[in-house]
């Protein structure tokens, strides 16, 4: 897919995209942030079973839930360290955002674990999008960012999440439990291993400008 003109940033992360032949992931600038606030003004989550655990903006009433959404996405942008980052990025298909995709690494640097959280816009679910959208963004977790091991976890009825990671090679990682709307609930883990990954390796996914993100993410692949 070619790469969409841009303008690029002078902060590398938001420079980050990964193309398949379905979408694109972009760095989430605050332009298709922008974009995507129609989407989380009509409801990304509208109805049981609620898919994400508390505390989500995306459970609040509008028009809080665009303002706690992007304040979010604001605060979490800023919070870089070597050991905690979470890239953001806008899925776009046929040019126009349709959801988020997180990456998110927690003292990556001693572990190599990465975990993954998305959404997408209800009018596009059942497509097959979010299976393309977990494979976009473990391609750059392994092979760009250097991953050892990618975690998921989702709610036991959220069966769409737990589809796409036991299609994906992920293997089950134990239970946990947390809240959703203040109701306790039972979460799946799933964890995937790089051997595992490259079993199914895409060899149809670009990535561009990781070489450049990975000092603001504290990873230096020569040392």
Not at 16 to 21: D, G, K, L, N, S
Not at 162 to 175: H, I, T
Not at 201 to 211: F, K, P, Q, S
Request: glycine share 8%.
């Amino acid at each position: 897919m070619p790469s969409p003109a841009t303008r690029l940033s002078s902060y590398p992360p938001l420079n980050v995209q990964v193309h398949t032949p379905r979408l694109s992931l972009l760095g989430a600038t605050d332009e298709l942030l922008e974009r995507l606030v129609p989407t989380v003004r009509r409801g990304v989550a509208t109805a049981p079973p609620w898919p994400f655990d508390d505390p989500m903006s995306l459970y609040k009433d509008s028009p809080e839930r665009e303002w706690s959404w992007l304040r979010a996405v604001w605060a979490g942008r800023g919070r870089v360290t070597d050991s905690f980052w979470r890239l953001y990025f806008v899925v776009v298909v046929d040019g126009e955002p349709v959801g988020m995709q997180d990456l998110v690494g927690t003292d990556f640097a001693s572990f190599g674990t990465v975990h993954t959280f998305s959404w997408l816009d209800p009018d596009l679910r059942g497509r097959g999008l979010g299976k393309e959208m977990r494979q976009a963004v473990l391609q750059l977790a392994f092979d760009g960012i250097g991953a050892r091991y990618a975690g998921s976890d989702a709610f036991f009825d959220n069966h769409a999440s737990n589809r796409v990671s036991q299609a994906l090679g992920y293997e089950r990682n134990g239970n946990d439990w947390d809240t959703r709307r203040g109701e306790p609930a039972e979460i799946h883990r799933w964890r995937l291993t790089r051997e595992q990954w490259s079993k199914n390796r895409r060899d149809d996914i670009e990535l561009v400008g990781v070489a450049e993100c990975l000092p603001v993410l504290g990873i230096h692949p020569s040392a």
